[in-house]
């Protein structure tokens, strides 16, 4: 049970990687680095985002007990 409750904790940090770094993306070339390419930018990170969220909620998912298991 250790080892799936690392491989879930594993998976949810590096999703949240994910979110944080597109938002980091987002907040820097909008904030510091303002250009006329920011859509391009905040697609990029905003897809980020998206991929880490899809991620972190698989991983929930994946790692969520099935009542076939619990029993």
Not at 7 to 31: E, K, P, Y
Not at 42 to 62: D, Q, S
């Amino acid at each position: 049970m250790g080892g799936a409750m690392k491989l879930i904790l594993q998976r949810v940090s590096n999703s949240l990687v994910w979110m944080v770094c597109g938002v980091l993306v987002i907040t820097i070339r909008a904030v510091i680095l303002p250009s006329t390419n920011i859509f391009v930018w905040e697609l990029l990170g905003g897809g980020m985002v998206a991929y880490g969220t899809a991620k972190l909620l698989w991983a929930l998912a994946k790692g969520a007990p099935r009542e076939s298991s619990i029993a």
